[in-house]
């Protein structure tokens, strides 16, 4: 699944490693999140968005099409 998530850490010079380990998960899942190679759970999604001080819509939600609902 698509994410903002590298171009977010890209912006911001920060490393995957740092927030993964902010966040409390593995750093091979959170590169793997980052890379859209994995979708990650509503809690490690919540953990992440609040590392950032970014919302999960904010992190993902662009890509659902507010038209659809």
């Given at each position: ?15 995957q ?8 998960i593995?750093?091979?899942?959170f ?6 190679k994995s979708?990650?759970?509503?809690p490690?999604?919540l953990?992440?968005g ?20």
């Open positions: 699944m698509e994410t903002k998530l590298q171009m977010i850490l890209k912006e911001n010079g920060i490393k490693g740092f927030i993964a380990k902010k966040a409390g593995s750093q091979g899942t590169s793997l999140i980052v890379r859209g979708v990650p759970t509503l490690v999604a953990k992440i609040r590392t950032l001080n970014k919302s999960v819509e904010e992190l993902w939600g662009y890509l659902v099409d507010a038209k659809e609902f």
